[in-house]
């Protein structure tokens, strides 16, 4: 009994008992190879796409950005008119909101005033000008007349003196010429004081002539706060962030409401650092947006974000602060990528969006 039973278990029994014929036992044969090859092919499709994913980086985690302009008044004061809603679309100077203007029409009023009562006054001492010159010109004369006379009177008195004191003419002749070159004298002080008198009148009126620059100056300062109570849209966009109605008073400075601009959309997309260095700038992608899901946008990378810092990095006084702890696995950072769509539709994009981005690259980077 033991005999027959290794009998049996040897290859050449077992060979004898294979009854099927040739073709059944090629046709086993065949299948494993067939097999053997779907296996291998499986494989190496799979290597393939790994490989095909690796080099060409997606991402589901994408969000819609655009550009978003503050509106915000340079001037305060309530609003008296309000021209747009939430939602609304815009052209680039278009009126938004006016501001009330009593206060700034007062003001450029009253600078306009000023200068019209400056005017008058220039002009009326315009007419004066030429009698001041005249004036002026005729105290420059006694000014010299009264140098002359004061000479004369003095080469008199330089005369009698030594007569005098020789006893060719009296005392009192003597007298009356020191007393005429005093006066004389005087009457030279007295003449340039009216001519210093004339010439700061003729300077005065140059001083007006100097101030009305200034009050042109005013006026248009005037006219600037005045034009800024009319709010206009910087750019043509989409009205966001609206929640305040007419009578409600704006301050300098402070944001009514925001824009979205209408010609920049952006994705701002997250991928794994290890994909990083398929990504260089100008790469094209191809983008799909939730709110569109049947269509497909071209998108252009223009920048790589360069800085992330972890959630759980405690940071004091300069110092990093780590946790005692094991990390049995390792999470892989991802990094935010911004891509600039080329063709955006402000009617079927919205801010915050969800996205996913497909990375064609141009292999600039990393191994082939």
Do not use: Y
């Not at 109605?245 to 997309?269: C, H, I, K, S, Y």
Request: glycine fraction near 6%; aromatic fraction near 6%.
């Amino acid at each position: 009994m033991p005999a027959s039973t290794e009998e049996s278990k040897s290859p050449a029994s077992a060979a004898a008992r294979d009854d099927r014929p040739a073709s059944a036992r090629i046709r086993t044969f065949a299948a494993s190879v067939v097999g053997a090859a779907v296996v291998i092919g499986a494989f190496l499709i799979a290597a393939e796409a790994w490989r095909f994913n690796q080099r060409h980086p997606n991402s589901d985690t994408a969000v819609v950005n655009a550009d978003t302009v503050g509106i915000a008044p340079q001037v305060g004061g309530p609003i008296v008119a309000l021209h747009v809603r939430q939602g609304d679309r815009v052209e680039a100077g278009q009126l938004l909101f006016e501001i009330d203007p009593t206060g700034f029409d007062l003001a450029l009023r009253e600078a306009e005033a000023a200068l019209a009562a400056l005017d008058a006054q220039i002009r009326l001492e315009a007419l004066r000008e030429v009698q001041l010159r005249l004036v002026a010109e005729a105290a420059e004369a006694d000014v010299a007349a009264a140098i002359a006379q004061a000479a004369n009177r003095r080469v008199t008195v330089e005369r009698l003196e030594p007569v005098t004191a020789r006893g060719f003419s009296t005392e009192e002749l003597l007298d009356e010429a020191r007393t005429a070159l005093a006066t004389a004298e005087a009457m030279v002080v007295a003449a340039k004081a009216r001519a210093a008198a004339a010439a700061a009148a003729q300077s005065e009126v140059e001083e007006l002539r100097a101030q009305r620059a200034g009050f042109e100056v005013a006026i248009e300062l005037a006219r600037l706060e005045r034009s800024h109570c009319d709010v206009r849209a910087p750019v043509a966009g989409t009205v966001i962030s609206l929640d305040l109605a007419e009578g409600a008073f704006a301050m300098p400075g402070l944001e009514v409401f925001q824009l979205v601009a209408a010609d920049t959309w952006f994705v701002d997309a997250l991928f794994l650092e290890g994909e990083l260095r398929w990504i260089r700038p100008g790469d094209r992608a191809e983008i799909v947006v939730m709110t569109a899901p049947d269509r497909r946008w071209r998108g252009i990378v223009e920048s790589i974000g360069v800085a992330v810092r972890p959630s759980d990095e405690l940071v004091f006084q300069g110092i990093p602060v780590i946790r005692r702890k094991l990390d049995w696995v390792r999470v892989a950072q991802r990094f935010p990528v911004r891509l600039r769509i080329e063709d955006g539709d402000p009617e079927l994009f919205r801010m915050g969006a969800s996205a996913t981005v497909a990375i064609a690259p141009t292999n600039a980077g990393g191994d082939a």
